[in-house]
């Protein structure tokens, strides 16, 4: 299957905001994020296989856990770690 870096992109962002939508219901919204933590943290070693996926899928599950940490969009820095900073030093070893 291609690796369609817009469409993680769009999910990454749609995954942040889905995640942020706990500071917009006080009270219940850190409960939902009992919820949420283990989802995130699964949909982001769905997307991003291997280490990365796995770094990144428990860095999402404790991000969603820990109060007040929701701001963190955490789906986007890894697409831009993984589509901008790592292609940047892949290209820079290879020169």
């Known amino acids: 299957m291609k690796d369609n870096k817009y ?3 769009f ?3 749609l995954f942040d ?3 942020m939508l706990s500071f917009a219901i006080p009270g219940i919204g850190e409960f939902s994020d009992i919820i ?3 989802i995130s943290g699964w949909l982001m070693t769905r997307m991003y296989k291997g280490r990365i996926g796995q770094s990144a899928g428990a860095i999402t599950f404790i991000e969603e856990l820990v109060p007040g940490m929701d701001i963190i969009p ?3 820095l890894t697409w831009l770690y993984t589509y901008v900073i790592k292609r940047k030093e892949a290209k820079v070893v290879t020169s």
């Open 7 to 9: 469409k993680k992109l």
């Open 11 to 13: 999910l990454g962002l």
């Open 17 to 19: 905001a889905i995640g």
């Open 36 to 38: 949420w933590a283990p």
């Open 74 to 76: 955490t789906f986007t």
